[in-house]
């Protein structure tokens, strides 16, 4: 059973605070993936990559930043965060590219004040 | 930029009734999958399409891809409380990565 956990489910931090989201996958997977999930607009990829120490931006990278050190752990960072970094926190992983199935950690809800 | 517009946006009805999620581009994608979203969890996949026309089968659910691979559809038959969540379609992009359509959430009540 492939389990993604993350290492927060709710977060509160206040604004220009730096902000560190974990995540951790045990199935060995090479592409990971960090999402924010906001009503109405569906998932939105921020980041992803397919191996240790390799990055890709996704559709809205700006004021983040990710770090994988390790195989199986993908970290998101908020530098400064902002109000309008107020979402749904979604991590996922895969064995492939887009036609493989990704599986999703639970999510963290972060509010920024 | 791809899109994927899904409707409707919400969706509440009573047990035992049928409903259809639509899930439409003006891009063609490479295959389409469908997840599940239950409240405090991660999306999980039900189904992925890949060609034209093709229809899937999972229990009450059904799952249609256009012809011209452009749309896709969810029916659900005699919808159960257990079906409640949120729907999500997802294509495969021209940059291999996966857009995912802006959601129907489905509430059904007892």
């Known amino acids: 059973d492939v389990k993604v956990t993350q290492s927060s489910r709710y977060l509160v931090k206040r604004t220009g605070e730096k902000v560190f989201l974990e995540c951790v996958q045990d199935?060995?997977?090479?592409?990971m993936f960090w999402y924010r999930q906001d009503p109405g607009l569906g998932l939105r990829l921020i980041y992803f990559s397919y191996d240790v120490k390799m990055k890709e931006k996704g559709d809205i990278p700006e004021g983040y930043s990710v770090s994988r050190e390790k195989k199986e752990r993908f970290s998101l960072i908020l530098e400064s965060a902002s109000t309008n970094q107020t979402s749904m926190y979604l991590c996922?992983?895969?064995?492939?590219?887009?036609?493989?199935?990704?599986?999703f950690g639970p999510g963290t809800r972060l509010t920024v004040t | 930029t791809q899109l994927l517009e899904q409707s409707p946006q919400f969706l509440s009805i009573q047990e035992g009734e049928n409903l259809t999620v639509y899930c439409n581009s003006s891009?063609?994608?490479?295959?389409l999958q469908w997840y599940r979203q239950e409240p405090g969890e991660g999306p999980v996949l039900l189904v992925t399409v890949v060609t034209g026309g093709e229809v899937k089968k999972l229990k009450r659910l059904t799952f249609q891809f256009g012809d011209a691979r452009k749309d896709s559809s969810l029916h659900i038959t005699a919808a159960q409380p257990g079906d409640t969540g949120l729907y999500l379609c997802?294509?495969?992009?021209?940059?291999?990565?996966?857009?995912f359509g802006t959601g129907t959430r489905l509430q059904v009540f007892p």
């Open positions: 199935m060995d997977h090479e592409n």
């Open positions: 997802a294509g495969e992009g021209t940059t291999d990565k996966l857009i």
């Open positions: 996922a992983s895969s064995l492939g590219g887009a036609t493989y199935e990704q599986y």
């Open positions: 891009s063609v994608f490479s295959s």
